[in-house]
């Protein structure tokens, strides 16, 4: 069972503000919604924007399920992905929700944890090291196969497939190739078994779980932004079990109408359904 917001807003926000002013560390769990809100949005006009004579010759409707059609070619699939991986990982959001998150924990011992792989995190500003990316990265390729665990960064190829292409279509010498089996590369996203987790990811990932034995029992403010329920076992659920076990941590979930929390730890849960820039905006000036 769970409990959702029913205290007013001006309260809820000042009850997070006083939390990260705190706060001995923050630990920042990030899903799709954060990006969503920062103008990256993968239907509409920015669809529409970029994507319109795929729309037109396949049907296709918006930048997610289009990344999973079966298109006839390498060359064609490549067009697409070039423009997706562009738009998406190579330029900054629209909104400056990124950067009014950072202001908020400049200074403050933070980590961040999401299964967003747009890498707006890291072209806002947040330290590297302070990132643990689980599902991916769009600015990464790995082997399809994959017969071997590394991956490779793609920003050259990427930006000449985004010049060069013609008719939906990057040239054929464009087309990334598995540097030792031969076979054709693809995206390093979660999508099945053969998710590549390099050398990289599990460093990420030791640098969080040791963040977090650092700051056991301290006061932790779990900041979940955006949050769906695709993935819960990733941020959402993780978040409500260590604020159950610590009785001075805080938990803060901030989504569109999706702000919940379990009734177990309702006295430490601020819960606040609104647009997420707006909340941080709002928090960051009233924390000048």
């Known amino acids: 069972m769970t409990k959702r917001s029913t205290a007013a807003y001006s309260e809820q926000i000042e009850r997070l503000k006083q939390a990260l002013d705190c706060a001995d560390a923050v630990v920042i769990g990030a899903g799709a919604g954060l990006s969503a809100s920062a103008g990256l949005t993968y239907s509409g006009e920015r669809f529409e924007l970029y994507f319109k004579d795929f729309a037109d010759k396949y049907g296709i409707r918006d930048m997610y399920s289009g990344g999973f059609y079966p298109f006839a070619s390498l060359e064609e699939y490549w067009a697409w992905w070039s423009r997706h991986i562009i738009v998406n990982r190579y330029e900054r959001a629209p909104k400056p929700v990124y950067d ?4 908020l924990v400049e200074g403050k011992d933070y980590f961040v944890l999401t299964t967003n792989v747009d890498h707006q995190f890291q072209l806002a500003g947040f330290d590297k090291k302070r990132l643990f990316y689980t599902q991916g990265d769009y600015g990464l390729w790995q082997c399809s196969e994959p017969c071997h665990q590394i991956t490779y960064d793609n920003e050259e190829t990427v930006r000449r497939m985004f010049v060069e292409q013609r008719d939906m279509k990057v040239p054929s010498e464009l087309v990334p190739r598995c540097p030792v089996c031969g076979r054709p590369m693809t995206m390093n996203l979660r999508a099945d078994d053969t998710f590549v987790q390099d050398e990289g990811w599990y460093q990420a990932k030791s640098r969080y779980q040791d963040f977090l034995r650092r700051h056991d029992g301290l006061r932790v403010v779990f ?30 979930c901030v989504n569109m109408g999706q702000a919940y929390a379990p009734k177990e730890i309702s006295e430490q849960a601020v819960v606040i359904g609104n647009d997420i820039g707006s909340v941080l905006k709002e928090i960051r000036l009233a924390m000048l």
Not at 100 to 103: E, R, S, V, Y
Not at 228 to 246: A, R
């Open 100 to 103: 009014d998150l950072l202001k």
């Open 223 to 252: 900041l979940e932004l955006g949050v769906g329920g695709n993935t819960p076992v990733i941020i959402k659920y993780p978040f409500w079990k260590m604020t159950v076990q610590n009785p001075q941590a805080v938990y803060a």
